[in-house]
Nanobody, 116 residues
Framework: QVQLVESGGGLVQPGGSLRLSCASSGIIFNSYAMSWHRQGPGSQRVFVAR???????DYADSVKGRFIVSRDNAKNTVHLQMNNLKPEDTAVYYC??????????WGQGTQITVSS
């Protein structure tokens, strides 16, 4: 059974930082690209960041220079370091494991609220 479990969410003030983690089980982690997505209130789920099996990264323009995605293959975990957080970053953040075009697994999501 595949499980992706996000952690590290919470309430943070504007300008603050948070680090999200997504621990996986049931997959051969180092053969999956991992990505983060978010869904704000009343919005569709959108791409945030991705790290492939070679640790090449890609980011949405809205988070470039502020967020850093990384992976620890020894611990089957992907991280999202979020710096200089803004109120518009408020959303539920989901991790996703991707293999090819058709194999995708999602976590259950973790809430990030940026507010003073």
């Amino acid at each position: 059974q595949v499980q992706l479990v996000e952690s590290g969410g919470g309430l943070v003030q504007p300008g603050g930082s948070l680090r999200l983690s997504c621990a996986s089980s049931g997959i051969i982690f180092n053969s999956y690209a991992m990505s983060w997505h978010r869904q704000g209130p009343g919005s569709q789920r959108v791409f945030v960041a991705r790290i492939d099996t070679r640790s090449s990264t890609d980011y949405a323009d809205s988070v470039k220079g502020r967020f850093i995605v990384s992976r620890d293959n020894a611990k089957n975990t992907v991280h999202l370091q979020m710096n200089n957080l803004k109120p518009e970053d408020t959303a539920v953040y989901y991790c996703k494991a991707e293999r090819g075009s058709y194999i995708n697994y999602w976590g259950q999501g973790t809430q990030i609220t940026v507010s003073s």
